[in-house]
C-alpha cells in the first residue's frame, strides 16, 4: 500500500499543474473572446496575424 | 471637395486616451462583422497603414481596440478605413476597464475550474473506495481524509457564489434555490467529517464538489447569455455619448462630447457624421438620413432654418448647427426614457426557472425535515442516523438537473438561431418569445425591405439607365445606390458633381447630363408619379423617368400567412401614410391595420391588446417602433433597423427574409417544450432517489451516478432541438 503514497500525490500534483495552467489563460486572457478565437482559427493569413507588427 | 476636407469632422478624437510610450489608443463598437474574413479585412487594412501598432478585433462583443503612434496618422483616417470597408465604426468611452459582468464571469470560471479540479481528483479516490477491493480500514480512512482536504477548501472557494446569494436572500427574509443547495453542500461536507472522524464507510465529500461542479456550468452558461445582451445595451449608451464639434465665437472649433453642448452653441456637423443635439441649420444645404428617427429611407433635405434632431446622418456638405436643447432634452433621450419606462413593465416577467424554485424549495425542506423526524422519533439509532439521512435527501434532491435544465436548453437554441441569422439578445427572450399569441408587425423596414427599388425597370430604355448609372455610382445616395443596384456592375463617371438636395451633374461630349430631382431637371409639376423618384435629362435636353418604391420583402405574405396558421394574430401598425399602409397591408394579407400611428399610439395599442389577455410579439425597426419594442411581451428587429430598436429588441434577424420570424418563434417554442421535459426528467429522477433517500438507502455512490445521469440526460436531451427542421412545427 506504500505506492499509494506516492501516486496521490503524484496524482494531485498533475491536477494542480492543470489548474494553474487554466487560471494562466484566464489572466491572459484568452477566455476574452471565444468566439472570435472559433473563426480566427479559419483564417489563412495567420503567419502575417501573430502579434502586433513591428 | 475641398471644402469637405478642411471641415472633415475627427469626431473620434475626443475618445481617444494616450499612454506613457507616446501611443494613441482607442475603442470602436464595430457594426457588421460576422464572419473571420470581416476580422481579417478590418485588422489587415488597419495594419497596412503607417503608424498603426496594433489592431485587434473582439469578435464576441464586437468591439476593435486600435494603437497607433499620432504622429504618423490621425484616429479620422483610422475610423475612415473601417467605415470605407463598408463596417460602421463609433468610438466609445472604454478606458480600458472591465465591466462588472466579466469580472463576474472570470470569477465563475475559476471557480469552475477549482470544482472541476477537486472532483477530478476525489472522484479517483471515491471510486478505489466504492470498489474495495481488499481495502484495509485504515488505508479507506486514509482516502477519506485526503479527500476531504481537497474537497473542504475547493467548497469554500467554489460554493461562494451560492454561498453569497442564499445569505443575501434570507437577509431580505426570501428563500431562493441558493439556499437549499448551499445547506445540502455545507451539510454533506460537516457530515462527511463526522463520518470520517468515526471512521465509517461512507463520506459524501465526492457529491458535495461534484454537485457544485454541475450548478457552476449552468450558471456560467446563464452569465453569459446576460453579458452578451447586456453589451447591446451598453452600446446604445455609448452611441449617446457621441462626439459634437463646437465652433467658438473666434471661429476655432473643437471637439466635446455631445453631453457638454448647451442650447445657443454653434456646431458643425462634416458629411457621414450624426446631429449630436437638436437644433435649426444656422448655414450650408445638405439631406439628412433621417432613418433612425422616422424609419423613413428617402432623404430629408436640410437648409438654412431647418430643425434637425440629434441621430440623423449628413449624408452631404457640411452643415452649421445651432443647438436647441441639450442631449439630454434631445428626442432621441426622449425616446430612450419612454424605452425605459416601457421595459419597467417587462421586468415581472417571472422566470420558468424560478417558477420551478418557487415549488421546489418548500418542499424539499419539508421532506428532509420529515426524514430527520421520522428517523429520530420512530429509529433507534438516535439522532445521528436521523441527520444522516435528512442530509442524504437534500443531497439528492438538489436541484443538478434543475439548475441545468433551463441553461443548456437555452444555450443550443441560441446556437441554432445564431446559425440561422436570429442573434438572441435576451436572456428570458426565448421564454417570452414561447407565449405570444399575437404579433404587431412595422410597415417600413419591417414588412418591407426598407430601402427603395426602381420599379419602372422595364420602362426605360437600357441605354438611358447605363447612362444614369454612370453618375449615380458617384453617389452615396440611397435612390443613387437604388439605381445602381437595378444597372449592376459598370463604369463610373469621372469629375461628377453633386450639389445636395438637388442631384449630380456630369459635362459629357454632348452637353451637361443631369440626374436629381424633377427642379434640378427642369421638370415642371404634374408630370411623373407621386412616390420617390430620379430625372435624368440628357445633353441634349430629353429627360427621362425613374419611379422608386419600398417593395415588400419576398417572403412577407407568405409569413403573414404561416404565423396566422399558428395561431397567431397578425396587426399592422405604421406612423406611414394611410394609402401606403393599405396598399402594404392588402399586398400582405393583413387586414387589421393603423396608419400615421405615433411611438405613443402604438405603446396604447400594444397595452389595449394587454388589457386583453394577448401576449405580443413586436416586430419593427425604426426608431419610433423602440418604445413598442420594448413595451411588448417579446420583440424581434431586423438588423438594419436602427441602433436603439436593435438594441430594445429580444431578436434580431439578418437577410431579407421576414420568415426568420417564424424560425425564431418555432426554435423558442420548441425550447420551451425541452425546458418543460427537463424539469420532467428531473422530477422523474427525484420522485424515484428521494424515497431511497427517505429510506436511507443511499450511499456516496448512488448518490453520484443518479446526480451525473440526470445531469447528462438533461443536457442531452437539450441537443435534440437542433434536430428540429427549419420551418416544421
Redesign the interface.
Known sequence: ?GV?GLL?PI??FL??I??IA??WA?KSGQ???????A??I??D?DL??MG??E | MGGVSVESGDGAAAFVTKDGEGLSHIDLIVKGIH??KC??DI??SL?AKDG???AR?????SRLHV?WDASRIGSTDIVKTITDLGFGATPIDAAGERTPD?EE??RL??AL??AG?AT??IM??SISVWAGFEM?EA?RS?LHW?SGL?ALPAVAFSGRPFFFSAWRSLRASRVNMDVPISLAVILACVLSVFEARAGGVHTYFDAAVMLLFFLLIGRYLDLRMRVRARSAANDLMALQKMAAQVIAPDGRTSTVPAAAVHPGDLMLVAQGERVPVDGVVESGRTELDVSLLTGETVPAAAEQGTAVFAGAINLGAPIRVRAEKTRETSLLAEIARLMEIAEQGRARFVRLADKAASVYVPVVHTLAAATFMGWWLLGTGGWIPAATNAIAVLIITCPCALGLAVPVVQVVATGYLFRRGVLTKSSDGLERLAEVDAVVLDKTGTLTRGHPELITRDGVAEDDLALAATLARASRHPLSRALVRAAGDGPAAKDVTETPGFGLAWASPEGEVRLGSRAWCGIEEGAGGTGPELWLRHGDGRTVHFAFEDALRTDAAETVSTLRDMGLTVTLLSGDRPEAVRAAAKAAGIEDFTASCLPTDKIARLEALEKQGRKVLMVGDGLNDAPSLAAAHASISPSSAADISQTAADFVFQGKRLGAVVTALLAARGARRLVLQNFGIAALYNTIAVPLAVAGLVTPLIAAVAMSASSIVVSLNALRLNLMKPGVR
Open positions: 500500500m499509494i496521490i496524482a494531485l491536477g494542480f492543470g489548474l487554466f487560471y484566464l477566455f476574452e473572446d471565444p468566439e472570435g478565437a473563426r480566427r479559419l483564417l493569413d502575417d496575424d502586433p507588427k | 464572419c473571420p476580422i481579417s485588422e489587415g495594419h498603426v501598432r496594433n478585433v473582439n469578435f464576441s462583443t494603437a466579466q464571469a472570470r470560471l475559476i475550474a477549482v479540479f477530478a481528483n479517483l479516490l484495509g488505508t486514509l485526503i481537497i
